[in-house]
């Protein structure tokens, strides 16, 4: 692979913002969850503007409504450790029933639950759900190692192993002709399936103490990764297969994890090494991280995040106990 690097030179992290931007730049809204220390992660925007969310530590999903700010839960059974949810048109809810090896389907209109058992017991713990633009499911399987995919009319389950021994599939994206690309957070590797052969291929990154965890995909069709190991943000462009790097404002402490990109083709990603977590910015237009906000219940750990474009939205889960908010807007002076 012809792969070219470079590190942009950001060298002081003082500098990394321009000194006019106000560290409290986006408005960021929480609430708190009525359910104590449950994990409230992976929010999902449905069309009528309610947002889904999972409780990883107490097993459930709930629906949240922005206008009346009243929660609704779902129980899914005892030991399932929901991980992530997303909801279809007709308002079924899928989830990743992480620690019994299944994906849910919820129907909220009686609470009843359908269990997809993956058809390998080594795909123990289905990890993040992605719709293609068919509406069926791709997913990844992080301590089994695999790449999956789950057609939604006849729910059958296909499975691609992962070459790499420990690689940990976690974040997955679509581009634009619904080939998912996958941070393997466990090696200094993305991957990516072929959606007509299922082959998979990994794609090294230039340094290999990085570890990848969540992605994005930008209008022109760049990969974006966070590295939660060494605290830079990432582009491959599969044109080019080339890489560029920028170190983020809080350098190796930063912990990048929760990821999102905006109408705007901004990159938004949160440093939760950092107590609060930092919401920041980064512009591609500029190469320039132009905005860097603190979360005001602190955070504890922004694991995932959602962009709903209609309101200009972003909205994420933390460890903080809360459900959150940021208006991202438009950049600052545009």
């Known amino acids: ?64 409504n922005p206008e009346t700010k009243k929660f609704k839960r779902f129980d899914l059974g005892e030991g399932v450790g929901p991980h992530n949810l997303i909801v279809a048109p007709d308002g079924i809810v899928w989830f990743a029933g992480n620690r019994q090896g299944f994906i849910g389907k919820l129907d909220p209109s009686d609470g009843s639950i359908e269990k997809i058992q993956m058809p390998d017991p080594a795909a123990r713990d289905p990890h993040t759900l992605i719709f293609d633009s068919n509406g069926d499911i ?25 070459p790499t021994a420990g690689a940990r599939p976690y974040g997955i994206v679509l581009d634009g002709t619904d080939r998912p690309w996958i941070a393997l957070f466990g090696t200094h590797k993305l991957a990516t399936v072929d959606p007509t052969t299922m082959q998979l291929r990994e794609i090294p990154l230039p340094r290999e103490e990085a570890r990848p965890r969540r992605i994005g995909l930008t209008p022109d069709q760049k990969i974006w990764y966070v590295d939660y190991a060494g605290g830079f943000l990432g582009r491959f462009d599969p044109e080019t297969e080339a890489f560029t790097e920028w170190p983020m404002p809080s350098g190796s402490s930063a912990r990048p994890y ?31 991280f132009f905005s860097s906000t603190e979360v005001g219940s602190g955070g504890g750990t922004i694991r995932h995040m959602f962009f709903h474009a209609p309101k200009n939205e972003i909205w994420f889960g933390a460890d903080s106990n809360t459900i959150g908010r940021a208006k991202v807007g438009t950049e600052p002076g545009t």
Request: charged share 20%.
């Open 258 to 288: 929760g990821m999102s990109v905006d109408g705007e083709g901004r990159v938004w990603f949160v440093e939760t090494g950092v107590q609060p977590n930092r919401f920041v910015g980064f512009n591609p237009a500029t190469e320039e």
């Open 138 to 162: 791709w997913f990844t399987v992080q301590g089994g190692g695999f790449v999956g995919h789950l057609a939604v009319d006849d729910e059958s389950v296909r499975l691609m192993k992962v």
């Open 1 to 64: 692979m012809n792969t070219i690097s470079r590190i942009a030179a950001l060298a002081v992290v003082a500098g990394l913002l321009p000194a006019n931007l106000s560290a409290q730049d986006i408005e960021i809204n929480e609430w708190v969850v009525p359910w104590d220390e449950s994990r409230p992660r992976d929010p999902y925007v449905h069309s009528d503007g309610t947002v889904w969310f999972v409780g990883q530590r107490s097993d459930y999903a709930a629906q949240f």
